[in-house]
């Protein structure tokens, strides 16, 4: 099983930017959709992207899209979120997460096998 490390957040005033990193160690993740998420306090975990295997095809929750952009380095084992025109409910524990195929469309905690410990994000209005 991959083990991924999430590296990152930290404080950030609203309308500022953030990238996020996901690497993978153990094992790559060749093959695989990531996906990014995100759980606020008091909140369930959601959905914010999954990029496919090949970097080609990606999808976002309706929250993010135009402002987040998902990426990857497979030559790195690494994938990228990079989170522009940040607001307030942003703020949250961004978790990456590797899907269980190769689809850009997996968006469900049960799509995902191996999850990072996840990066805390704040973002201050």
């Known amino acids: 099983q991959v083990q991924l490390v999430e590296s990152g957040g930290g404080l950030v005033q609203a309308g500022g930017s953030l990238r996020l990193s996901c690497a993978a160690s153990?094992?790559?993740?060749?093959?695989?959709?990531i996906a990014w998420f995100r759980q606020a306090p008091g909140k369930e975990r959601k959905f914010v992207a999954t990029i496919n295997w090949s970097g080609g095809r990606t999808y976002y929750a309706d929250s993010v899209k135009g402002r987040f952009t998902i990426s990857r380095d497979n030559a790195k084992n690494t994938v990228y979120l990079q989170m522009n025109s940040l607001k307030p409910e942003d703020a949250a524990v961004y978790y990456c997460?590797?899907?269980?195929?190769?689809?850009?469309?997996?968006?469900?905690?049960?799509?995902?096998?191996?999850w990072g410990q996840g990066t805390q994000v704040t973002v201050s209005s």
């Open positions: 997460a590797a899907a269980i195929g190769s689809s850009e469309r997996y968006n469900s905690d049960i799509d995902f096998r191996s």
């Open positions: 153990g094992r790559t993740f060749s093959g695989k959709a």
